[in-house]
């Protein structure tokens, strides 16, 4: 008959209407300043700096080599590496800028980072009223605490924090066998005299947390991972190993 | 005849002395095109020239339809497209091949999984990267919940269309929304997943994320069910849809249309099925066909196509085998595939989406090329228009499910 289809089309929307007063799960709006859904772990909209122990600038764990500024598909990093008096690099950011009303938060930046230097933020309230002012973000404005990158992503950090750990406790054992051996070879002070430049910047400008983090995570990376992925740890260990498999190399290197 | 209402409209003077309304109704398969030419034969009524957009909210984005009328009846249809143009193709061939993924994404940006997966598919037979197993079983599962996606918004537009406002999208969108929340889980991105790699996936599910994926799948149906109560047997929709647009399996495989809108003309051609792509060969699913190859037949194509992507999602969800999800000499930078060339294409939510990649050894392909569905659907949009209403030629425009993104690019 005629108009049947009509008819039960209504009744879906009047058990609708009518559900909506009785089913709470039916109520799916959120009341947005007051309330605010969770976001998930894996949420990502700009990337930031990371930096470890106290000081911002000084414990940056990026080291200005460019690659997410070559790497950035709408190029909106932008870098100039800080060099000492005499000229040489210093391995800190002089400047590291993100235009963020270029950046397309595909992620890129973070995947390429061979220093686990640059992540992705959560922060969603940014709007500005100027289109010039905080949209053009600065070394300053970009880096923020390892504590914070632990806070949202959790299991992401643990993972990176492992590695980390590992890669410096290695470090320090090979440093230290490099220093015992230059002792034992010969005078007394200084165990390689071209490396302080380059290396000594990290372990001094966070050796009260790295002294305190390193027993902790280092003493737990495989409970610290499993409990991400219970099932699959080999798998998930050479997958996401692989891409950052230059990470446990370069830093001690 | 020789002071036409035509030549005054278009400033032509060739057209003037001809037989003026056969030089308008120039497709010979234009449904009604005689009853057109016979109402303008006995009144000789003036033509008129509607621009619909480029801002118009049947248009779905920018888009342009120059429509000659002759009453409420088109006799000539001109869909003007660009204004959405960004040099997609020549950016792919200035960035590496790794950073055109997330471009990709924005090309058709209600399925920017299976945009990720035919740009990889590319990629990947240019390089020969092999695939690990579970990512591949991954890319189906997200192809087919971007197929869910890209046919609930459709199904919940073409109502939007057809003057149904507001009530169908917004029980479509409730369950995009739970789509997108899971993409979001995944990727990080509700739109913009950028998830796709050369050789596998950037991250793996989780064993939570493939439970709410199997809920969804599963809780799927009863959507779909309700929605067809909602609207399936309409007589409202019935009558705007049915014989409304008609497209001949003649036109439509002569024009190169692919998707849902070809197999509601009744042909019978899924690239999941005709090329096996990744492991589509291993699940067991139908491919809904369409007999009259009108509106009604495009949306109800698309309709039972979810329910064959729910039973692919089951049987995905079932075989998904552990393992890595990245192949372990896979590139992440300094990319750069031997000389070749390649051409990867998927079966699109839209239609066959493909790329065709030149590389000359470089970190750059040395041309980019994007085959878009949409865009190629659209260009018969004139010949289903000829003879219906202007209000037909919204209901027409929306069921080819058209994205200006990609169309546009």
């Given amino acids: 008959m005629l108009g049947i289809g009509l008819l039960k089309g209504l009744g879906v929307t009047a058990k609708n209407l009518v559900g909506s007063f009785h089913d709470p799960a039916r109520l799916v709006t959120t009341e947005y300043p007051e309330q605010r859904t969770k976001l998930p772990e894996n949420y990502r909209n700009f990337p930031f700096l990371v930096y470890d122990g106290t000081a911002a600038i000084d414990g940056l764990r990026c080291v200005a080599c460019k690659i997410c500024e070559v790497e950035c598909p709408p190029q909106c990093i932008y870098i100039i590496p800080d060099r000492d008096e005499k000229g040489r690099p210093t391995k800190k950011p002089k400047v590291f800028d993100i235009d963020i009303s270029v950046c397309m938060s595909c992620q890129i930046c973070v995947e390429v980072c061979p220093f686990d230097a640059i992540k992705m933020d959560q922060q969603y309230e940014i709007a500005e009223a100027d289109r010039f002012d905080r949209l053009l973000l600065k070394r300053e404005a970009l880096a923020k605490p390892n504590s914070y990158y632990q806070e949202i992503h959790p299991a992401e950090a643990a993972q990176v924090d492992a590695m980390l750990a590992e890669a410096r406790r290695k470090a320090d054992a090979k440093a230290k066998a490099a220093a015992e051996a230059a002792a034992a070879k010969a005078a007394t002070a200084k165990p ?62 | 005849m020789t002071n036409s209402p035509i030549v005054a409209l278009h400033g032509t003077p060739a057209v003037a002395g001809g037989n003026a309304p056969s030089e308008i109704c120039h497709s010979p398969l234009a449904p009604g095109g005689a009853h057109v030419r016979s109402v303008r034969d006995e009144f000789h009524g003036d033509l008129l020239e509607v621009s619909m957009g480029p801002h118009h909210p049947s248009t779905h984005g920018v888009f342009r339809m120059i429509a000659t009328l002759d009453g409420e009846t088109i006799v000539k249809l001109k869909p003007v497209f660009g204004y959405l143009h960004r040099n997609h193709e020549k950016i792919g061939e200035n960035t590496t091949y790794l950073g055109s993924m997330p471009y990709t994404d924005r090309l058709d940006y209600l399925c920017s999984m299976t945009n990720n997966w035919a740009y990889a598919l590319a990629v990947e037979k240019l390089a020969g990267q092999p695939v690990p197993e579970r990512t591949e079983y991954l890319r189906v599962i997200l192809a087919e919940l971007t197929r869910l996606l890209n046919h609930t918004c459709l199904a919940g537009f073409l109502l939007q269309d057809t003057g149904a406002s507001g009530t169908p999208l917004m029980y479509a969108f409730r369950e995009r929304e739970k789509i997108l929340d899971l993409f979001e889980a995944l990727s990080g991105s ?180 994007v085959r878009p569905p949409s865009f190629i659907n659209l260009t018969v949009l004139e010949d289903m228009c000829l003879g219906h209403s202007i209000a037909d030629a919204v209901i027409i425009l929306g069921s080819i499910d058209i994205v200006l993104g990609e169309v546009d690019r």
């Fill in chain 2, 190 to 369: 509700r739109m913009m997943c950028n998830y796709q790699r050369f050789g596998g996936c950037r991250v793996d599910a989780s064993p939570e994320w493939l439970e709410a994926a199997k809920r969804l799948a599963d809780g799927y149906n009863e959507f779909l069910d309700e929605y067809e109560a909602l609207i399936t047997g309409n007589e409202i929709l019935m009558a705007r849809t049915q014989g409304v647009g008609v497209m001949p399996r003649q036109l439509a495989v002569s024009a190169g249309i692919t998707g849902p809108m070809l197999r509601a003309a009744g042909v019978d051609y899924d690239i999941r099925k005709v090329d096996g792509y990744g492991v589509y060969p291993r699940f067991n699913f139908r491919v809904p066909l369409g007999d009259h190859g009108d509106t009604y037949d495009r949306y109800m194509i698309r309709v039972l196509e979810m329910r064959e992507s729910i039973e692919i999602l089951r049987q995905a969800f079932a075989q998904l085998p552990s393992g890595p999800i990245m192949d372990p000499k896979a590139k992440i930078r300094g990319f750069k595939p031997k000389p070749g060339e390649a051409y990867g294409r998927i079966e699109g939510p839209k239609g066959e989406i493909g790329f065709y990649l030149i590389s000359d050894g470089g970190a750059n392909p040395y041309r980019y090329r």
């Fill in chain 1, 192 to 253: 390689g005299a071209a490396n302080p430049p380059t290396r000594p910047p990290a372990p001094s400008g966070s050796t009260p947390a790295t002294a305190a983090m390193k027993p902790a995570t280092a003493a737990m990376p495989e409970p610290a991972v499993p409990p991400v992925q219970p099932t699959q740890t080999p798998a998930e260990n050479s997958a996401t190993g692989n891409p950052v498999a230059p990470k446990t190399g370069t830093p001690g290197a």
